[in-house]
């Protein structure tokens, strides 16, 4: 088999990098390790910045989005017992933020490439890219018994963490920056109508806790965890208590509880792999950085990646010029950088942190309350919460 761009991962990234690169008539394949249910089985993002609304609509998957999605204009943060609104909107010149899960950007990419007939191979195992510092590139992988090779121009590896993309990069050439944070995020989606009609991030001695959505009647909430805490260690009703513990009293006295739907624990890391290139294999989303969910960055960082690859590879296929390609790893990083700092900054700023002093607590204590009351620390919040310009 021949293609122009072998795409590791067939995640948001991927799938999007397909569907904008079929639209401007370059050829892709998308591997993906695990079947397609699994894949829309996981449960992860679920706010989208204006700039991933906008390439959605570009990759001509933006009418459920349309459609079921909700425009959110502020959130509110929870702080000594009362809700503080960030009026999102009224801060940055009207830009918000859409509320829409990742499942369902992923289904609707699905069904985009279906349509297009894109080329979409699940289950597929050991897959290895080879000849990457050369222009003799290809693809092997195994699918059962039968052994396949894939020849190509390229190699994006939109792999996720775990994938194997970022690890073909030579040790002496790859740089890599990491946090680990000494806690996680014990989610619950829950078929109950949300606490509230926008997001609330919760300060609380006890931890943090988040509410957030997916629609008018499916709710979806965190609260921080030991790092080592797994889904069955929480019962459902533990975990409830647990979040009305943490809410200000009437947003608590207000909290529909129910079965969860689903309960897993994210772990919080920060991590950048640099470069993102390496001759012709171009990284791009959670294959090449991580941020801890507290911003909701995880997915938008891979839609701009998205953006700022399929743009340079657009271009070479129509003149020739490497120079997007060779640019590509620097431009991508000044955003990721970006968004790495505001999350590390969200999370210090509202999670308990077991390792600060009670001096540092104190001080934790009056940023916030400064964020709450000043007008220019609030714009700086919002600004970055609804995604900076691409750039
Ligand atoms: P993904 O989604 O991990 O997809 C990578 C795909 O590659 C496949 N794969 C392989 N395929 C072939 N061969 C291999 N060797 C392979 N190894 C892996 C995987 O099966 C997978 O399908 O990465 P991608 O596309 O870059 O997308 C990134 C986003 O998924 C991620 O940044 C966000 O989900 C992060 N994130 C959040 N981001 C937000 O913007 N807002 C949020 O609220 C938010 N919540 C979350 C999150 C991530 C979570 N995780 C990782 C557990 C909540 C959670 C719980
Ligand atoms: C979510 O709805 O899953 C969600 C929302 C905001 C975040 C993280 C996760 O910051």
């Avoid at 916030?368 to 620390?377: E, G, R, T």
Wanted: proline share 4%; with cysteine; charged share 25%.
């Amino acid at each position: 088999m021949r293609t122009q761009v072998a795409i590791i991962g067939g995640g948001p990234s991927g799938l999007l990098l397909a569907q904008l690169l079929h639209l401007a008539g370059i050829r892709s394949v998308v591997l993906e390790r695990r079947s397609r249910d699994y894949v829309l089985g996981r449960i992860r993002a679920g706010v989208l910045e204006q700039g991933l609304v906008d390439l959605l609509r570009r990759a001509g998957v933006g009418e459920r989005m349309e459609r079921e999605g909700q425009v959110h204009a502020g959130i509110n943060i929870a702080f000594r017992g009362e809700l503080h609104r960030v009026d999102l909107a009224g801060l940055t010149g009207g830009k918000t933020v859409m509320v829409y899960g990742q499942t369902e950007v992923t289904r609707d990419l699905y069904a985009a490439r279906d349509a297009l007939g894109g080329t979409i191979l699940h289950e597929v195992e050991d897959v290895e890219p080879h000849g990457l510092e050369t222009d003799r590139l290809f693809v092997t992988w195994r699918q059962g018994d039968r052994h396949c090779r894939l020849d190509c121009d390229f190699v994006a590896g939109c792999d996720g963490f775990h994938g194997v993309s970022r690890s073909r990069v030579p040790k002496d050439v790859l740089e890599t920056f990491e946090k680990i944070y000494p806690f996680g995020w014990m989610g619950v989606l829950a078929r109950t109508p949300p606490v509230e009609h926008e997001l609330i991030y919760t300060h609380h001695e006890r931890g943090f806790a988040l509410c957030s959505m997916r629609s008018a009647t499916l709710s979806r909430y965190y609260v921080q965890c030991p790092a080592t805490d797994a889904p069955g260690d929480w019962s459902d009703a533990t975990f409830w208590d647990e979040l009305r513990s943490r809410l200000p009293t009437d947003v608590a006295a207000r909290l529909v509880t129910g079965p969860s739907i689903e309960k897993s624990v994210a772990p919080l890391r920060s991590f950048v792999a640099e470069p993102m290139r390496h001759g012709r294999l171009l990284l791009a989303g959670d294959a090449a950085h991580i941020v801890p969910p507290t911003g909701a960055k995880g997915l938008n960082l891979a839609a701009s990646d998205i953006h700022y690859l399929s743009q340079a590879l657009i271009d070479f296929y129509r003149t020739g010029s490497e120079a997007g390609l060779l640019a590509y790893s620097d431009t991508a990083l000044r955003r990721v950088w970006k968004a790495e700092r505001f999350s590390w900054w969200m999370t210090g700023l509202l999670h308990r942190l077991p390792e600060s002093s009670p001096f540092e607590a104190r001080v934790q204590e009056a940023e916030l309350d400064y964020v709450l009351s000043s007008k220019a620390a609030m714009t700086a919040l919002a600004e970055n919460y609804v995604g900076l310009p691409y750039g």
